[in-house]
């Protein structure tokens, strides 16, 4: 059971936020519920809306955005965000179930994603504190200063989505992603 009230609509929704809650409607044909749970705080959902769509007109790919997100969210152990980015990547950035599988375990099976993807686990796994040879390897695959910056921002968000997920209990609204096998 949530911990954090989720608006049952829109309207339930303070009233700053119902249209930011509205422009996710239009955008994905629905608001997932972890959307309307960073709706108890406009000002929260203001942010994560502007960061994310900031982020979106960044150097990196949408495909690669989702797999950084499909990364920490195994390391992170948060099924509300595997699920979701697990439909995400597959509806949306057009990942098949091999690459998402990838993603789960900190690869791709694109050679410069991967390279990408290894450097956001490794991001995540060590709370920032990656060494030279992490961020050289990320930079030898053709990775810029803005990607990297971006990989790093692209950690933050997604961690932070957890994060509330996970305190608030986040009710799942996602076809459920299947445990990895041990």
């Not at 030279?132 to 695959?141: E, F, R, T």
Request: charged share 20%; with cysteine; glycine share 8%.
């Amino acid at each position: 059971m949530t911990r954090i009230a989720t608006p049952a609509t829109i309207a339930d929704a303070p009233l700053a936020a119902q249209p930011l809650l509205e422009a996710v409607k239009k955008q994905l044909g629905t608001v997932p519920n972890l959307f309307r749970v960073v709706a108890n705080s406009p000002a929260a959902l203001e942010g994560y809306l502007g960061l994310s769509g900031a982020l979106g007109k960044g150097k990196l790919p949408a495909a690669t955005r989702e797999r950084i997100a499909l990364a920490v969210a195994e390391i992170n152990g948060c099924t509300y965000c595997l699920s979701a980015h697990s439909y995400l990547g597959k509806t949306l950035a057009k990942l098949d179930d091999a690459e998402i599988l990838a993603n789960r375990h900190g690869h791709s099976n694109d050679a410069k994603a991967d390279a990408a993807v290894q450097f956001a686990a490794q991001v995540t796994k060590a709370r920032g504190h990656v060494g030279d040879a992490d961020l050289a390897a990320v930079k030898l695959a053709g990775y810029d200063d803005a990607q990297i910056v971006e990989i790093v921002l692209h950690v933050a968000l997604n961690t932070w989505t957890i994060y509330l997920t996970v305190v608030a209990r986040t009710v799942l609204d996602f076809p459920g992603a299947a445990e990895l096998a041990a």
